[in-house]
Each structure stands twice: as C-alpha cells, then as structure tokens.
C-alpha cells in the first residue's frame, strides 16, 4: 500500500482572504420566525432536536489559516473565561479553514475578544472572521460533526500538558484514560549548548491530563492520558505524519488507514481521482467528504466506496489550468507524474515561471479573462416569412421613469426618496412592459411605491468609489458594472464620464469580468444595494481595475 508520507515537505503559506463581520446579535424575532420556518418543514424529532438553534446557542463559524483547525479547537477548549460562555467547538474536514462554535449570546463580545488573541486565526479590520452559520446549514453542518467513540489506532490532538495541540496515535486504553504515541518535543528550557540528550525530556512536576511518566517506543513518545484529554483529529502537517513513518512503530502502520487528511491536501466533491489500493485499483469521482475518509463514485458503475485519504490521487491533465491552494499561484500543468505536478505560471508582462507541487494540493480554476460564449453572438440573416406576424420589439419606451423598464427587474437599487436614503427593488408587474417599484422596509417587508416620480437614483458621483453600479439608462441597460476610470465634464461639476468594466456577480465568489468596457455618463448609472460581503470580498478586485488602467 502506498504512504502518504512519501511526499516531500510543504512550505505553507495561507492566503488569507478578506471577508465581513457580521452581526453580533440576534434578535428574539428574528429567532421565532426561524423556528417557524423550521417547524413548516418536514422533519423527524430528533433532526429538530440538532437543527433548532435556541435563543442561548447560536452555531458560529470563526475562520482559521489552513492545518490549523485543530489548534484552534484545542484553544477554544482551554480557556478557562470562557468555561460559562463556550457550549461546544468542534472542525469538520468538509470544511477546511472553519472552525465552528456553539456559545452563549450573551458572551459574545468575551470569545471575539479571546479568538482576537489567537494568531492562528485570520482577522479582518483588527477583528476575527466570525459569522453565523445560516439556519439552513446547521442540519449539515451538525452531520458533518465528528462524534464517534474513539477506538485503538485512531489519531488524536492532546488538549492538555507539556504536548498540548500535538498530534498522537492511540496505541491502548485503559480505565484511566488512553496511551497516546507523540513526537517528542525540544522544550525551551534546555540549557543552550548542552549535549543532547538520550531520552525525551521528562517535566519535572506532573502535569494535568497528562501522567508525569513518560517512556519511549521506537522513537516516539508513550504518553498517558485521561478521556477528555484528547481530540480526534481533522487534519495533521505533512512533516508530522512523515516523522511517525519513520519510526516505523507497528501500531502507526496499522493506524495508517485511519490517518487525518493532510493539512496541505485539498479535496473536493465532483473531482475526479484515482485509488491506488492494491486490492481495488479504480477511478472515480469523490462523493462526499468525511472525516478520515472519501466516498467515491467509481466511474465501473459498481457504486460508491469508501477509501482513505492515502489511497487517493488527483487526475489532471497536461493544459489544466490549477490553483496552488495553499500559497494561491495559478498556472497550467506542463506534466505530471506519480505524486507531483509541474505548472507553468504566465504573468501579465510576458515572463513566466515554473513550480512544482503535490497534486493533492492543487484544485482546477478558471483561466483568467475566459471568454464565455454565451456573452457573445453570431451575425446571420433573419428568415423571415410574411404569412408569419414577427415576434414584438424587445426595445423599451424611454419617456416613462427609468423604475419602470422591465429590463431592470429583480435588480436592487440604493435610492433617494425626500432626500432619505432608501433601497428599491423592481418586480415584475401585472403588465409584463412595466416593472413595480417596491421599497424596503426592514428586511423583510416591501411596499408599492405608488409614485415612481418620487424615486431619485443614487449616481456614483464620488470617483473613489469601488461599489457595484448598473446601468439604468441606454441600450446597455440591466448590465452589472465596476469602475476602471472617470473624467470629470467641464461643463458640469456634477457630471463624471466613466469607464467602467461589465462583471458577472456571481454567490460566493468575486465578480467574473465579462470582457465588455463601455463609456457612460454618471446619470446612466446607479448604485446597487449590494451587501457588505460583497463588497469586501470584491474590495480588490475594484482596486486592481483602477490600478491595471493607470498603467
């Protein structure tokens, strides 16, 4: 059987990307119209049992660097201010990067404060990256959770003692507790200079959790601890699993099938893949993501299996466009062999550069400024047949109010209404040629606007703005813009003729460039209402428009 310790070692350089805070109460409201929602939905009790949030237990997820779930876990579990606020935190392999947390509303403001301490996790704006997961994900997420009873050859993180937040291998219980195999550790307190010694370093006080009595197997550490000292484990580094190989303890070999995902490993559901197993070489596509494990879609139509991580390789192809997950290079795969890519990084001023990393540790991304053929058309004469009406005009009638064109419909505007500032959505009307007007009230509420005249657009007069605008007026109307340069109009102080790029907003992710620069008056233009994620996650990608055309 192959071993995944045979990769070489990774540098990791997580990427951190800029994301919003979100708010940091819920309102009891806004909590009985989500059971509501929830009891409208069909399901048994004991899934109501884990889905429906209570006033005082609301399930967050706080963002991390990458490999780091675990030590995150380890400190939310340690600390002792937040013993009366913390219900439980666990990390999930699904979802790398989060670590979620089920706390009191109450102590909000106290684990903010305690995850702002903690330099494994990402912050933004001088706060940590922390939001509340979305009532229609807790069910999932609770699944997701690694629950199981922890057997022999499981590995596990030790969350007290001298080896806090190492990673170990279950070698034997007992009625105490567990006997953990670590790496022993060099403490800072050894005198510089000194000869080495020949066996791990021994505290000289016990420590909780964990017995004083440590012994050594194989080059491992055999440490004693009890029940609620130790974690199951969601991923591990590369070099640490590379150090229990090559100990070549018998219990780290049989262990080996269980062993977590690598931290520098990447996986996701859709992607096709190879497993090496000796016993059952095939190819399929992953199924679902567990824990120490994948569920694959065997492309022989024999079903899905299940497979551990170190049976498990990426299938790409020579001309793959790749992301490096862990440091964020891009480029296209040049060749490929058992366990390693080569890609071809091409940069805007004509050089390029080589890289190599594990394949495991590359997923495949979009080439930038892909020309999507849907955006574009193909000139053909029209056949057209007199004993056949031709189908109605799709132009509109400019003389009514801008709010009225139905090319506009569900788009979201920032507004003016008696000099207020206000949000307006156009709906579909009972008349198909004419869009309704409806204001917001609240977040839930929206009401008619009788008089459309009253409706004054917000236009982007201000050129340091990096917000998403649509286009309101003229043969472009309904298209999704972001800046690229403006010139003021002499003749108006008020007036800015801009530049400015189409984009594809798209969930989750930044806008898609569609390739399109058009030349608008700042009355043709609108702001969109469009939510802080969305502007914090697009922030630079509105920078880097205005900085590509400065040069």
Request: proline share 6%; with cysteine.
């Given at each position: 059987?192959p071993?995944?310790f045979?990769?070489?070692?990774?540098?990791?350089?997580?990427?951190?990307?800029?994301a919003?805070?979100?708010k940091n109460?819920c309102?009891v409201?806004?909590y009985?119209?989500?059971?509501e929602?929830?009891?409208e939905?069909?399901?048994?009790?004991?899934?109501?049992s884990h889905v429906?949030?209570?006033p005082?237990g609301r399930l967050w997820?706080?963002?991390?660097?990458?490999g780091?779930?675990d030590?995150v876990?380890?400190?939310?579990t340690?600390?002792n201010a937040?013993?009366?606020?913390l219900?439980s935190?666990?990390?999930?392999s699904?979802?790398r990067?989060?670590?979620y947390i089920?706390?009191?509303l109450?102590g909000?403001?106290i684990v903010?404060?305690f995850?702002?301490?903690?330099?494994?996790?990402?912050?933004s704006h001088?706060?940590?990256?922390?939001?509340?997961?979305?009532?229609?994900?807790h069910?999932r997420?609770?699944?997701m959770?690694?629950?199981?009873?922890?057997q022999v050859h499981d590995?596990?993180?030790?969350?007290?003692?001298?080896?806090?937040?190492?990673l170990g291998?279950?070698v034997?219980?007992?009625e105490?507790?567990w006997?953990?195999l670590?790496?022993?550790?060099?403490?800072p307190?050894?005198?510089q200079g000194?000869?080495?010694?020949g066996?791990?370093?021994i505290?000289?006080?016990?420590?909780?959790?964990?017995?004083?009595k440590?012994?050594?197997d194989?080059?491992l550490?055999?440490l004693?601890?009890d029940?609620?000292?130790?974690?199951?484990a969601?991923?591990?580094p590369?070099?640490?699993?590379a150090l229990f190989?090559?100990?070549?303890?018998p219990?780290?070999i049989a262990?080996?099938a269980?062993a977590?995902c690598p931290a520098?490993?990447?996986?996701?559901?859709?992607?096709?893949?190879?497993v090496?197993?000796a016993?059952h070489?095939?190819?399929?596509?992953?199924f679902?993501i567990?824990?120490n494990?994948?569920?694959?879609?065997?492309?022989?139509?024999?079903g899905v299996r299940?497979?551990?991580?170190i049976v498990v390789?990426?299938?790409?192809?020579?001309?793959?466009?790749v992301r490096?997950v862990?440091?964020g290079r891009?480029?296209v795969i040049?060749?490929?062999?058992?366990?390693?890519?080569?890609?071809?990084?091409?940069?805007?001023?004509?050089?390029?550069?080589e890289?190599e990393?594990?394949?495991?540790?590359?997923?495949?991304a979009?080439?930038p400024k892909?020309l999507?053929?849907l955006?574009y058309?193909?000139?053909?004469p029209?056949?057209?047949?007199?004993?056949l009406?031709?189908?109605?005009?799709q132009s509109?009638d400019s003389s009514?109010?801008w709010?009225?064109?139905?090319r506009?419909v569900g788009?979201?505007?920032r507004?003016?209404?008696?000099?207020k500032?206000k949000?307006?959505?156009?709906?579909?009307?009972?008349?198909?040629?004419?869009?309704?007007?409806y204001?917001r009230?609240?977040k839930r509420?929206?009401?008619?606007?009788?008089?459309r005249?009253?409706?004054?657009?917000m236009h982007?007069?201000?050129?340091r703005?990096?917000?998403?605008?649509?286009v309101i007026e003229g043969e472009h109307?309904?298209k999704y813009v972001?800046s690229i340069?403006y010139?003021?109009?002499?003749?108006?102080?008020e007036s800015?003729?801009?530049?400015v790029a189409?984009?594809?907003?798209?969930i989750g992710?930044?806008?898609?460039?569609?390739?399109e620069?058009l030349?608008?008056?700042?009355s043709?233009l609108?702001?969109e209402?469009?939510?802080?994620?969305?502007?914090?996650?697009?922030?630079?990608?509105?920078r880097?428009?205005?900085?590509e055309?400065r040069r």
């Amino acid at each position: 059987m192959p071993m995944i310790f045979e990769y070489p070692l990774l540098d990791i350089d997580t990427k951190s990307s800029a994301a919003t805070r979100h708010k940091n109460e819920c309102s009891v409201e806004m909590y009985e119209r989500d059971i509501e929602c929830a009891i409208e939905q069909p399901c048994s009790p004991t899934t109501l049992s884990h889905v429906m949030p209570s006033p005082e237990g609301r399930l967050w997820r706080v963002k991390c660097q990458r490999g780091c779930e675990d030590q995150v876990v380890v400190g939310l579990t340690k600390a002792n201010a937040l013993k009366d606020t913390l219900i439980s935190v666990f990390a999930i392999s699904a979802a790398r990067t989060w670590v979620y947390i089920r706390i009191q509303l109450s102590g909000l403001s106290i684990v903010k404060a305690f995850l702002a301490s903690l330099t494994a996790v990402i912050q933004s704006h001088n706060s940590p990256v922390l939001e509340e997961v979305p009532f229609e994900e807790h069910a999932r997420t609770v699944k997701m959770r690694n629950d199981k009873v922890l057997q022999v050859h499981d590995w596990v993180v030790v969350t007290e003692g001298i080896y806090e937040g190492a990673l170990g291998c279950l070698v034997a219980s007992h009625e105490c507790g567990w006997n953990v195999l670590v790496i022993p550790r060099t403490f800072p307190h050894e005198r510089q200079g000194a000869r080495p010694h020949g066996k791990a370093v021994i505290p000289n006080s016990p420590t909780p959790g964990c017995s004083s009595k440590l012994d050594v197997d194989q080059g491992l550490l055999l440490l004693e601890c009890d029940h609620q000292s130790v974690l199951p484990a969601t991923a591990a580094p590369l070099e640490v699993l590379a150090l229990f190989q090559q100990s070549e303890h018998p219990t780290v070999i049989a262990a080996q099938a269980q062993a977590p995902c690598p931290a520098e490993w990447c996986f996701e559901v859709g992607e096709l893949v190879a497993v090496s197993d000796a016993m059952h070489p095939c190819v399929g596509h992953i199924f679902q993501i567990n824990n120490n494990d994948l569920d694959i879609t065997l492309d022989d139509a024999s079903g899905v299996r299940r497979f551990p991580y170190i049976v498990v390789d990426k299938i790409f192809a020579v001309g793959d466009f790749v992301r490096w997950v862990d440091t964020g290079r891009e480029g296209v795969i040049q060749h490929t062999n058992q366990f390693h890519v080569t890609a071809l990084q091409l940069y805007e001023d004509g050089h390029h550069e080589e890289f190599e990393c594990a394949k495991n540790s590359v997923i495949k991304a979009l080439p930038p400024k892909l020309l999507d053929p849907l955006l574009y058309t193909i000139s053909a004469p029209i056949v057209q047949y007199p004993s056949l009406p031709l189908p109605p005009s799709q132009s509109h009638d400019s003389s009514g109010h801008w709010t009225s064109d139905p090319r506009l419909v569900g788009r979201e505007f920032r507004i003016r209404i008696g000099g207020k500032a206000k949000v307006v959505m156009l709906q579909k009307g009972a008349n198909d040629d004419v869009a309704q007007a409806y204001v917001r009230r609240g977040k839930r509420k929206l009401e008619l606007m009788a008089d459309r005249k009253l409706i004054e657009a917000m236009h982007p007069a201000n050129p340091r703005n990096y917000e998403r605008w649509i286009v309101i007026e003229g043969e472009h109307t309904g298209k999704y813009v972001r800046s690229i340069r403006y010139n003021r109009v002499k003749e108006s102080k008020e007036s800015i003729q801009w530049t400015v790029a189409t984009v594809e907003p798209i969930i989750g992710e930044c806008d898609k460039l569609t390739g399109e620069n058009l030349d608008l008056d700042s009355s043709c233009l609108c702001l969109e209402a469009e939510n802080d994620t969305s502007k914090w996650r697009n922030m630079k990608f509105s920078r880097n428009l205005r900085e590509e055309a400065r040069r």
